[in-house]
């Protein structure tokens, strides 16, 4: 059975350009959560959708959005990048918000 | 307000060595998690556990709900053992709290 698979793995992107990343949960998880991960820093909570439908949302500005599909992949969208946005972007799906959650690999965004 | 601590930040041990890294927290929780994040790596989920104890292989982690206190122990540890231990609980909310993470390095 797959894991939380995450793409692009690696992504190297200018300021002010804009960037998706795509994250397909394990097979039957309805929730996924958005991490970003600065080096050196633990991980900061994004966003969380269940069920199709924002959940949570963590403190950061409106050039990060997100979305869930009816086949419960998810996309995180971030609009004019910022040198700071370089980061590890890590998805985690679970049953649901309260199970246990597994983590993908993340993508590794890098702005220049 | 909710935290996760954890201790050591830093520990450095000979191979086959028994290592133990503690997590504590400020409030009830269900459930915690116990994550491994290699060097420039993604998180790998360790172990979720709400009670008791687990084992995988050489990993055991234990929680007691009471203490509000949970470790991860590595039995004979390795260096491919090395990389940063982190502690998470949601605290019946939307997101993770981590803890700041321990930093394992696992000398041959």
């Known amino acids: 059975d797959a894991g939380v698979t995450q793409s692009p793995t690696h992504l190297i992107k200018t300021r002010g350009q804009h960037v998706t990343l795509r994250c397909s949960p394990i097979?039957?998880?309805?929730?996924v959560s958005w991490y970003q991960q600065v080096l050196g820093q633990g991980p900061q909570f994004i966003f969380q959708?269940?069920?199709?439908?924002?959940?949570g949302r963590g403190n950061f500005p409106d050039r990060f959005s997100a979305r869930q599909f009816p086949n419960y992949s998810s996309e995180l969208n971030v609009n004019a990048l910022l040198l700071g946005d370089s980061a590890l972007y890590l998805c985690?799906?679970?049953?649901?918000?309260?199970?246990?959650?597994?983590f993908g690999s993340g993508t590794r965004l890098t702005v220049v | 307000k909710n935290e996760v601590e954890q201790s050591p930040q830093n520990l450095t041990a000979q191979e086959g060595e028994f290592i133990t890294i503690n997590c504590s927290y400020s409030?009830?929780?269900?459930?915690l998690h116990w994550l491994q994040q290699h060097p420039g790596g993604g998180i790998v989920s360790l172990f979720m556990?709400?009670?008791g104890k687990k084992k995988h292989g050489r990993l055991i982690a234990t929680i007691n709900i009471q203490e509000k206190h949970s470790s991860l122990h590595i039995t004979a540890s390795h260096p491919r053992d090395s990389a940063v231990y982190i502690c998470?609980?949601?605290?019946?909310?939307?997101?993770?709290?981590f803890g700041t993470g321990t930093r394992l390095t696992i000398i041959p």
């Open positions: 959708y269940y069920e199709k439908e924002e959940r």
């Open positions: 985690a799906s679970s049953f649901r918000p309260d199970y246990g959650y597994t």
């Open positions: 409030v009830g929780i269900s459930a």
């Open positions: 097979s039957g998880h309805k929730s």
């Open positions: 998470a609980t949601n605290f019946g909310n939307e997101k993770l709290t």
């Open positions: 556990l709400s009670s």
